[in-house]
């Protein structure tokens, strides 16, 4: 299969634990975006990477929450002493990086990783 | 803020009937607009996106939209569901720097 993967594709921790996530975005790549999917609602982008800088971070990424892709490829997202309200799908999704700002290639996404904080 | 409303939560249909699904973005600037879905089990797929041009794009299994410019608009279509279109769908506005906002989806169940 050559489409994102993403492990572990389900975690329960207790509140206060650290847990990390990785992604593997599809090889030839450059993009890697981290989403946050909570239920009934849709995903909610939390940063991306092009290549291994790290671009945009949103507000919903607090001091607790770190994103890594220190070469360029695979990436990894750790929270730091979790809480009940981190329990959600972790989404990571991947692109090329469009010709021209006016354009913008698909992402395609990745199974996702369900945490949940007990 | 930039955001996406989806009006519909819930859709229940019967098999062979027509679906529109509505979609409306705040943000003045030049989008990009797609349709994800997420059919159960599995993970998020494009169905269709809308970059320039024609406003009205053809995705994959019969589905169209829509691109309204003057109404924030980009509506989902398919004259003829089909029970293997129970799934749910959801509408994002690519912003300039490549992040996607996405709306809450709606929850299409087609009965056979």
């Known amino acids: 299969d050559t489409g994102v993967s993403q492990d572990p594709r389900h975690k329960i921790t207790k509140r206060g634990q650290n847990v990390t996530f990785r992604c593997d975005p599809i090889s030839e790549h450059n993009r890697l975006y981290w989403y946050r999917q909570t239920l009934g609602q849709g995903p909610e982008f939390l940063t991306y990477f092009q290549n291994e800088a790290q671009l945009e971070k949103s507000r919903l990424l607090s001091d607790r929450f770190s994103a890594e892709r220190p070469k360029g490829s695979f990436s990894t997202l750790e929270i730091q002493r979790t809480e009940q309200g981190d329990s959600a799908m972790y989404l990571c999704a991947s692109s090329l990086t469009p010709p021209s700002r006016a354009g913008a290639n698909e992402q395609f996404f990745g199974p996702g990783t369900r945490l949940t904080v007990l | 803020a930039q955001s996406v409303s989806q009006h519909n939560h819930h859709v229940i249909l019967s098999e062979a009937a027509s679906l529109e699904l509505g979609c409306n973005y705040s943000y003045g600037g030049t989008v990009n607009l797609f349709w994800y879905v997420q059919y159960p089990g599995q993970h998020l797929q494009l169905l269709l996106k809308y970059f320039s041009g024609d406003p009205l794009v053809k995705g994959i299994k019969g589905f169209e939209a829509e691109f309204i410019k003057s109404k924030f608009s980009f509506n989902l279509r398919k004259p003829s569901v089909q029970w293997s279109d129970t799934a749910e769908y959801f509408c994002?506005?690519?912003?300039?720097?490549?992040?996607?906002?996405f709306g809450t989806g709606t929850r299409l169940l087609v009965s056979p």
């Open positions: 994002a506005v690519n912003l300039s720097f490549q992040k996607l906002v």
